[in-house]
Structures are given as C-alpha cells and as structure tokens.
C-alpha cells in the first residue's frame, strides 16, 4: 500500500474519537473560532469583505462578522428539516449569506489575520484555520451537521495536515499551512459531507492540484500571508464541489513524479503513517496565548513570568533556532504596518514588558528598547525547530537575567494556565463584541447550527 492510499483510507473509516482526542478537537475549535472572530472585526477584514461582496450571495453560508439566532428546531445538534424555521440572523459587517466557498475564504482569513491561531509546532502548520473555515462552510450549505461528525472531521483533517508536515524533510520554501492544509481541509470537508473513498481520491488530487502559497509573504510581512490560508479553505471546498460533480484528480498527487513531494517539498510519509490512526496529532496542536506569530511567544511568555520593569531593560536578546530568526528576527522598523510588527519579536518584546500583554490594537510602538533587541541564530541542525531557546535581558545596572525556554508558551509541554486562556477568551470577546454569543459560549453549536440569512 502507498502512503497516499493509506491516508485515503484513514480520511475514509469509520472513527469514534477517543474521549481525549475529541475533548482536544472541541477545546481548539473553541480556541479557533474565538480568535476568529477578533480576526472578523480587524480593519483588513474590513478590506477583505468590500471585495467578497462581489462574490455572489444567498450560497447559504456564514461569515464570522455575521451573527446567527440560536435555532430551537435543532434536535441533538443536527439540522431537523421539518422543523425549520425563518429565524432572522442579524448583519454585523455584511448583510446577507454568502456561497460556500467565499464564506471559507473569508473565515480562513479571519482565523490566521491576527495570528492568534493554533499551530502544530513540529509540522509547523496552522491546521485549524484552514480546516474549520471549510468545515464551518460546509455545514451551513448542508443545513448544519451532527455534532460529532464535525469534531471527527476536523480531528481527521487536522490529523493529515499536521501530518504531511511533519513529513517535510526541509525547511519551508512553501507556506505549509497553506499547502499542507489544503490537503487536509479538503479531506476533512469532503468526509463530512459524506464523500466515499474513491470520491476522496479525486477530492485529494483536485486539491493538490489548487495548492499554492510561498514564504516570501511571511519574508515580507505581506497580508497575503492570511490571505493565502484563505485561499487554500476556499479551494477545498472547490474540491469537494468538483469531486463530487463527478471530475477526477490525479491518482498520485502525493507521490508522483510531479506530485507534491516532488514540487513543493521533499517527505518523508512513514514519520507519519507509521503511527497513523494510533497517535491523534490533533493532541500535539499548540495554542496561542499572543496574536502574534508563534515563534515570538517562547521569549513573550518568558517576558511576561519575568516581569521586570521597562525602564531598567537596556538590550534583549534572544538565542534561538534557525527557524525562529526567520520568522520573528526582523529588524524593527518604525511606523511599519501590524501585518509587520506582530511578526517582529523587536516590536513585540518592549510592548509584552510595557503592558503585560499583547493587545492587537496597541500598534505603538516602545522604538527606543525595540532598537536595542536582537534574534541570535543558534546551531539547532533542525530546520523546522522553534526551540530551545535562551533569552538574555542585560539590565541597565550591567544584571542578566537569563531565562532557558524549553517549550514555547501553549504548547502541550507548556500549556497555558487557566488564567491565561481566561485572559486571550476575554480579549478575544472585547475584539468581537458584536459577535454571535455563542462563538464563546457553545462553539460546537454555533459550528454546526444551520446558518438562515437575513
């Protein structure tokens, strides 16, 4: 059997969640849609929808930045056609329903756009963003969906994202969230929407076929970082569509001479199918406790313990690997956009021992202590590794303090204190006041509540 079948065919059984694994795929949706929708309300959200409206309407799905009444005709979490109603939902930001694909598009954006979604750190890939935006599309457009179906399909997409990441043999040229999770949002989708298994096969290589994204937008801070999961939710549900229309994918879109491994970067699919089905990977996703990229949060949270004041910090500096200089050691910049500064430890670092925490709408800077800190490549061989990491903060009285990050803050070696996940829900619930209640209230109803347009 290849590893391309083998995937197929997990994507395919029959599973019962085991009770952790589901308490794990039903505390990161909550965690997802939390974040979300503070996403939803952001100012390039607001750039974002402007263009959606053009997509077409009445397709039936929901934005984030739209609310939706608390259906009474649900019978045990799934959509009882007989019963339904025409219960009005209430525009926040938009004013009616939209087709399945744009709502994906936008929601993936929402998701990732304050960078305050989870991550599986060892495949290095934003799962639950792409994969709940498809999710969440399809549900509406199927007037809502069983409840453990749900979590099971988002514990099985998120299973082969995070997979083929960590399958990668390199480091990222591609965005990995993007071009991994299109795979596993579409998998996910079309399992949920009942697809069999030689329907999936053609699901897995239509997506293939759609995957794209680069790390040049990361390089350069660039929105089209967010934009780019968006786009990978939005063509797994294309996938779904075309699949089930009855148009075929590649048979070997993984493994082929011109499949994935071989374009976009080099695998190695025993690491993960060796274990596949037996060790749920959905357990090994990390949350955020900052919206701001992760590797910034190993030395934040460090930071946050150490609490020192401000004012009798003279440098920073932050001994990590490889990777983490890439993706957090850009030099500070003034005036520079958010889009920039949340993936700048330099920014980050002076606001984190200014107030304690980070607040996406605290966009000024500290500049005369963000000048004075640094990211240090260490020798970590490991190209996708985002610790250890060793901060050094010298003191103007010539004290360091040093503090060795083992794993970064709201991984499953470092979770988050319950007054900790307490403070990013309320932060997230002040970003979003507007917002369906029920996104922090019951996220699995509102994930699977049959969506009606105003």
Known sequence: MTHTAAILDFAAAPHALPPAVRADALRLLADTLAGGAAGAMSPQAALLLSAVRGWGQGGGARLLSIKSPIRPELVGGRADPARASTGAAQPVLAGDSFPAPAAAFFNGFAF????????????VVHALSTITAALLAVSDRMGGSDQEAFLTSLAVGVDIASGIGLAATTPMRFFRPATAGVIGAALGAARLEGLNRAQMADVLGIACGFASGTMQAHVEASVTLPLQIANAAHAAVVAVDLARAGMNGPRDPIEGPFGYAALIEPLDLARYTATLGQVWRIGEVSTKPFPSGRASHGALGALQDMALPIGDVANITLHAPPLVHRLVGRPYQADAPMSYNRLCLAFLAPLMLRDGHIDPRHDVSVAALAERVEVVRDDNPDGNALAPQRLVVT???????????????????????????????????????QADERIFDDPLAFATTPYSAP
Not at 397 to 425: C, F, H
């Open 112 to 123: 990732h756009c304050l960078e305050w979604d989870a991550v599986h750190e060892g495949a």
């Open 395 to 433: 003191m103007r009285d010539g004290t360091v303090v040093e503090r060795v990050i083992a794993a970064n803050l709201g991984s499953p070696d470092a979770p988050m204190s319950p007054a900790q996940s307490a403070a990013k829900y309320d932060l997230c619930r002040a970003l979003a006041r």
